[in-house]
């Protein structure tokens, strides 16, 4: 069946470090992938998405490449900020959106 | 502004009682979803609904119930028989009318139930 891998947290960075969260997929087809944020008691929001192998997502220098090849969405930010501590979703799109486990980022001054 | 909108935001129950969670959509969003969220374990999919009156069990349906009525309304029921029902709720919606991969969902900001 259809999933998600995400590697696990936290991932503990100082402000202006670079950020990798790996994420790969299982799945039949070829789903959307797609980067939720979850800040603090609050939900989901869409952070950024792809619909198609080599497709490029980027929302507020976050980055990540469909590469069908490695089954892999891997989440990118060259210089991360404080305010970007939050949990991070990775999930696949058929028919129902599939979450990977969330990977929490922390990010101290 | 369009949205989703759920409540409570916090909910207490007591053992042995159903109680019902509130998700409205004002998106004329056709399909609405239900989630589950503990910690470590990410989101787990409870019921969804692609249309008015008619919905799916998703992977966790066990001790709970939905209804769809209305495009706007999908409520979520926390049976007694749910035996570990202390978890954070969050609803979700998509507009079937486009292309299914192309569109992301829009999620409601969640209710936290706890059993006490």
């Known amino acids: 069946g259809n999933s998600v891998t995400q590697m696990e947290g936290p991932v503990t960075l100082s402000e202006e470090a670079f950020l990798t969260i790996n994420c790969t997929y299982t799945a039949t087809g070829y789903p959307s992938l797609f980067w939720y944020v979850q800040y603090p008691g609050e939900g989901l929001q869409l952070l950024l998405k792809a619909t198609k192998a080599d497709d490029k997502g980027s929302n507020k220098g976050f980055e990540a490449t469909y590469r069908k090849e490695t089954t892999s969405f891997h989440l990118e930010k060259g210089s991360v900020q404080v305010s970007d501590s939050a949990v991070y979703f990775c999930a696949l799109n058929t028919d129902k959106l599939i979450f990977g486990t969330g990977t929490r980022l922390q990010v101290f001054p | 502004d369009g949205g989703i909108t759920q409540s409570p935001k916090y909910l207490f129950r007591k053992e042995g009682q159903n109680v019902t969670l509130s998700c409205e959509q004002n998106l004329n969003h056709d399909a609405m979803y239900w989630y589950r969220q503990d910690p470590g374990q990410g989101l787990r999919l409870i019921y969804y609904s692609q249309i008015v009156n008619d919905f799916q069990k998703g992977d966790i349906a066990e001790g709970y119930s939905v209804s769809r009525e209305k495009k706007e309304s999908f409520p979520l029921t926390v049976t007694s028989a749910q035996k570990n029902p202390t978890a954070f709720y969050l609803c979700?919606?998509?507009?079937?009318?486009?292309?299914?991969?192309?569109?992301?969902?829009?999620f409601g900001s969640g209710t936290r139930l706890t059993v006490v």
């Open positions: 979700a919606s998509r507009d079937r009318g486009r292309l299914l991969t192309n569109y992301g969902y829009t």
